[in-house]
């Protein structure tokens, strides 16, 4: 695909929603993104990479990563569109060909939102292998008790991807014992699941569930019972990529907003940006985000190629977040008061992009990661 036509369609989309103001009247209310949700189902955006022949656009994730890019360059927050992007990684991978018939022309044309992914816990956190949420299979129907943390837009959700405990874990097995089940949220009987919403520093609909004797059928069960950890690491890189591109995007808006006030602001009679104490950071902010960008181009590339990825996944994730909360801190500096300011847009993108050094994963996690695996330092305690 012409990946400067994809960004100017994306570009015009959003703008037709009323660019920067729109999510600025919902950070205020914090509302759902709905009519962004559906304008970009109806778009296919949401459906980008489904197949067409399931009705979606059926691009790689470099064009994936493009989109939800130039949503957060327009002043937006992309968090809705990459959550059913990178979630439909388990789905298309491991999900059965009777599976995909079912669900995947429904949720392209945007008749089933799968935005929800419970694999949180309240115990467990990051160290996903710990999970206690339970699933038992009892003839047809598998049985699931437990309770999840963090689970965004489930409100705003037909569907959610669920990770639960099959089995206890194997000696030596990392990961073991534990399924992916794809539940249909429609119509559940009240008191299935409970929902306490989480309040959070920006706008963003995340919540804890508890879960109580929940019947998923059988026939929901991803790929194998007890590779479902497999399968979500599997998905881990697409969605390092996704981010990555959103604090790109979340960063050039910065960027771009911090360098024009200061070059048409004038103070003590020149105008503020011709100051290097001003001037450097905003600089800096965007060498940093350039450089990031080119690893998560080279990270996509080798998704899209089918190559190892991890290393290049995760380092876009790292330096694109460090790089767009480095590109905040410069444009609150350079705005100075009016970098506190709803209606100039800096303190709203600073507080979403931040969220991203530590979710979905800690970058001292990746650092962590970095050094073991790639630098085959000893394990980090």
């Not at 022949?53 to 994730?61: M, T, Y």
């Not at 965004?152 to 405990?165: I, K, N, P």
């Not at 929901?220 to 007890?226: D, P, R, T, V, Y």
């Not at 979403?352 to 979710?359: F, K, N, Q, S, W």
Request: aromatic residues 8%; charged residues 25%; hydrophobic residues 40%.
């Amino acid at each position: 695909m012409d990946r400067e036509k994809l960004r100017a369609d994306v570009r015009a989309l959003c703008e037709r929603l009323g660019g920067a103001a729109y999510w600025r009247e919902l950070d205020a209310k914090r509302e759902y993104p709905e009519a962004f949700a559906r304008a970009f189902a109806e778009a296919r955006y949401l459906a980008a990479l489904i197949p067409p022949e399931f009705g979606g656009l059926g691009l790689g994730l470099g064009d994936a990563s493009v989109i939800v890019e130039e949503i957060n360059h327009a002043g937006g927050n992309a968090g809705t569109a990459h959550a059913q992007l990178y979630t439909m990684g388990t789905l298309l991978r491991w999900g059965s060909d009777a599976q995909k018939k079912a669900w995947l022309p429904r949720i392209a044309s945007g008749e089933v939102r799968l935005q929800a992914f419970g694999v949180t816990e309240p115990v467990a956190g990051s160290d996903t292998t710990r999970i206690e949420t339970s699933a038992v299979r009892r003839g047809g129907v598998y049985v699931v008790n437990g309770r999840k943390r963090w689970t965004s837009r489930y409100q705003h959700s037909d569907a959610m991807l669920l990770l639960a405990r099959t089995a206890p874990a194997p000696a030596g097995e990392r990961g073991g014992g534990l399924s992916v089940f794809l539940v249909d949220l429609r119509g559940l009987r009240p008191g299935t699941i409970d929902v306490t919403p989480i309040p959070v520093w920006m706008n963003n609909e995340t919540n804890e569930i508890a879960i109580n004797d929940l019947e998923i059928p059988a026939e929901n069960l991803i790929g194998e019972e007890g590779r479902g950890f497999r399968y979500i690491i599997d998905g881990w890189n697409a969605e390092r990529i996704l981010i990555a591109a959103e604090c790109v995007g979340h960063g050039r808006f910065l960027i771009e907003r911090a360098a024009e006030y200061v070059s048409r602001r004038e103070v003590f009679g020149k105008p503020l940006g011709a100051n290097q104490s001003i001037q450097f950071p905003i600089a800096r902010a965007h060498a940093a985000i350039e450089a990031a960008d080119l690893v998560r181009r080279d990270a996509a590339e080798r998704f899209d190629r089918g190559e190892p990825c991890g290393p290049q996944a995760n380092t876009a994730k790292l330096l694109a977040s460090e790089a767009s909360w480095q590109a905040a801190n410069a444009a609150i500096d350079a705005l100075g008061g009016n970098g506190f300011a709803a209606d100039f847009d800096v303190e709203r993108i600073a507080r979403e992009t931040r969220l991203y050094t530590v979710a979905p994963l800690s970058n001292n996690l990746i650092l962590a990661y970095l050094g073991h695996n790639v630098l085959g330092m000893p394990r980090s305690t």
